[in-house]
């Protein structure tokens, strides 16, 4: 059985990827610092896959705990690092702990991967690397545009590091996954997104807004080049994109990977906008919600969606999940939190 380090495996993406890499036969270590989720996920997961994860607790800009972590567990062969700070407002206020958490992290890791001999490393990246693009949809060839905000750009820096170590360090390969808009919650409802405090992103405000937490959900413009005036994005169900890891680290275990750094979009490849998700949301929970037009948001983008088709081809993954579905359960996801 071949063992797998995911950091950040007791947050949102992580915790759904655990499922998966146990499910498809993976040992998995998590480590977490539960500084944006809680160890509340880790029962969700021994729930739904009848076993429990090692969990270390540690921060993976620290090296001297991350080293003690190699020591404890030998033998890992993969890492799937998701651990990282997210919040791109926050980034902005907050540069020097952004580089210093995202940057740190990734240093560590590639650093002890060299040293105790693990080969593989799938990257959580972003669609942010390619800010607004000229032409939709969004391959993995088009280009890279300066960072909207210094999270973004630990997100593009991180590549570029990964890039560097695996041209100078043969035994590590990598694969980089660009997500674009992952939303929705595991169907047995026993893990889900957590934000902290107000959330920043839309299907947490809107499952929020429909519980009555917030009051109002506000829509960040109807000025931009769409159908309706809102913003487009390229939302997908989080158990794909978890699915998407799996198929990552099975191409790298297998040898099948083309380079050494492969990057893939990771999208259900179609546009949508504000509108649309706050219909489609309305029409499955049953649910009027209450909402407004507000300006637009700063540094938001007005356009994206991916073309999946490296992804489909290389990587023999695609998303299947609907939109329809992801919704529904991020909304019971919702209603268990709140005991409803
Ligand atoms: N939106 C609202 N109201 C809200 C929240 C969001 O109208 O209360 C709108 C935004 O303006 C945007 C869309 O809903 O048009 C999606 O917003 P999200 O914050 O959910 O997602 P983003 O696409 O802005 O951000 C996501 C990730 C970031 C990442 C970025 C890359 O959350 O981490 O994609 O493009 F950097």
Redesign the pocket.
């Known amino acids: 059985m071949s063992k797998v380090l995911v950091t950040g495996g007791a947050g949102y993406i992580g915790s759904h990827t655990v499922v998966e890499l146990i499910t498809a036969g993976y040992e998995v270590v998590i480590v977490d610092n539960f500084s944006n989720s809680n160890p509340g996920s880790v029962d969700g997961i021994e729930r739904i896959v009848g076993r429990r994860p090692a969990l270390v607790e540690a921060d993976c800009s620290d090296y001297a705990q991350m080293l003690q972590l190699f020591k404890d567990h030998s033998g890992i062969d993969g890492i799937i690092h998701f651990a990282a700070l997210?919040a791109?407002g926050e980034s902005v206020v907050k540069p020097l702990e952004y580089y210093r958490n995202n940057m740190l992290s990734i240093i560590n890791l590639l650093s002890l991967m060299k040293d105790f001999g693990g080969k593989h490393f799938v990257f959580s990246s972003?669609?942010?690397v390619y800010g607004q693009p000229d032409i939709l949809p969004v391959t993995e060839t088009s280009p890279l545009k300066p960072a909207m905000s210094p999270?973004?750009n630990t997100k593009k820096v991180g590549e570029e590091i990964i890039r560097d170590t695996v041209l100078a360090v043969p035994s590590i390969s990598a694969i980089a996954l660009r997500y674009f808009?992952p939303i929705g919650a595991h169907p047995s409802a026993l893990i889900g997104e957590l934000p902290q405090g107000k959330p920043?992103?839309?299907?947490p405000?809107i499952t929020q807004t429909a519980v009555g937490i917030r009051p109002v959900?506000?829509?960040?413009?109807n000025d931009y080049d769409s159908s309706d005036g809102?913003?487009i994005?390229d939302y997908f169900h989080v158990v794909d994109l978890a699915k998407a890891h799996v198929f990552a680290l099975d191409r790298l275990f297998k040898g099948n990977n083309r380079k050494p750094l492969e990057f893939f979009n990771i999208g259900a490849g179609k546009g949508i906008t504000?509108l649309e998700i706050v219909k489609a949301f309305e029409k499955v929970s049953g649910v009027k919600l209450n909402y407004e037009i507000v300006g637009r948001?700063a540094g938001?983008?007005e356009k994206?969606w991916a073309d999946t088709r490296l992804a489909e081809s290389e990587l023999g993954w695609k998303a299947v999940s609907t939109l329809e579905d992801a919704l529904l359960t991020a909304w019971n996801w919702e209603k268990r939190l709140r005991g409803l």
């Open positions: 997210k791109v972003s669609c942010t999270y973004g808009n920043d992103n839309l299907i405000f959900l506000q829509i960040f413009g809102t913003a994005r504000v948001r938001d983008i994206v």
